[in-house]
């Protein structure tokens, strides 16, 4: 088990009250390593890394159990911000692990059942409009042929998304019903997608809000180069920090995340032509820039109210 200083460790020896629960892939990224040197700092060695792989869940007679690989009872910690890498098509593991713990006493910065809603984008939007929240018109059939869900009144021009993806990757603009129909045929058969309104003013930028505890901790405009519409790092989208400077949109970002259920949100909004903002996507993932040391300090601070709020529950239990 990976702790802060990147080697592997025995967590049952730890002990550790805060975890960073990663599902795979994600140890390698550098926003990780911003979240753990952070947890680090405030919590010394009552904070580790765990990776989904690294422990065994159980569940019988004697209730729910946690083991390391090397068969060691390990205890849940009082804390946990858990990750997902988004593009993976099975997180049921990671998923079942934030419930596991969860239901063993844990308080989980971004519960499990948040994230799972958050992987799905149409999940997002359904309950994001249900709330009355400003989105984009968007469509996903139950069934039948594109010709069918054009004449229903799919919007032109459209966005087509896959309801799972990441980074801007399988996400095209179709500008009327010949391109749209060439565009879902490129999709793989099993692949489920949403059409979406294009809302052209905001063709090639965003405003990408970082939340956490209900307050918006960090922000950027993201611009994209060479005339492209989407506007994901990822695509070689250029940033420029803008916290505080669009509060109507930060006040959005902060109600979007607390729709979604996170303790912890990337919210990507769209620059309305009224000169507002719509919500585009929710990620349970979000990542941030280094610079942005505003948000490393808020999440260790969620954190931390989150473990005192837990040691003067068991102080008050144990009287």
Request: charged fraction near 20%; charge should be neutral.
């Amino acid at each position: 088990m990976a702790g802060s200083d990147g080697n592997r460790m025995n967590v049952a020896s730890r002990g550790a009250d805060v975890w960073l629960v990663l599902g795979a892939g994600l140890s390698a990224r550098p926003v990780t390593r911003l979240i753990t040197r952070a947890l680090a700092d405030e919590f010394g060695d009552r904070f580790t890394v765990v990776g989904s792989g690294e422990l065994l869940m159980g569940a019988g007679r004697g209730g729910l159990t946690l083991r390391g690989l090397d068969g060691r009872g390990v205890a849940a910690p009082r804390v946990a911000y858990g990750r997902v890498w988004t593009p993976g098509k099975d997180v049921g593991r990671e998923i079942s692990l934030l419930r596991h713990l969860e239901a063993m006493g844990t308080v989980v910065l971004n519960p499990p059942d948040a994230v799972l809603a958050c992987l799905d984008k149409f999940c997002q939007v359904q309950r994001l409009a249900a709330a009355g929240l400003a989105v984009p018109e968007t469509f996903m059939g139950a069934g039948g042929s594109m010709d069918a869900l054009i004449g229903a009144g799919s919007p032109q021009p459209c966005v087509v998304k896959a309801v799972r993806g990441h980074r801007g990757e399988q996400v095209f603009l179709a500008p009327d019903a010949e391109a749209l129909r060439a565009v879902h045929s490129g999709f793989a058969g099993d692949t489920v997608c949403l059409f979406q309104e294009y809302v052209g003013s905001s063709h090639g930028r965003d405003l990408r809000v970082v939340v956490v505890d209900g307050r918006a901790a960090g922000a950027v405009v993201r611009t994209a180069s060479g005339g492209e519409f989407r506007s994901n790092l990822a695509l070689g989208a250029s940033l420029t920090p803008c916290t505080g400077r669009y509060p109507q949109g930060e006040d959005l970002a902060v109600r979007a995340a607390a729709v979604m259920g996170l303790g912890v949100a990337g919210v990507d909004l769209l620059f309305a032509p009224d000169g507002g903002f719509t919500v585009c996507e929710v990620n349970a993932n979000a990542g941030w820039q280094p610079e942005m040391k505003e948000i490393t300090a808020a999440l260790a601070a969620a954190c931390r109210r989150r473990l005192t709020a837990a040691e003067r529950r068991d102080a008050s239990s144990d009287r």
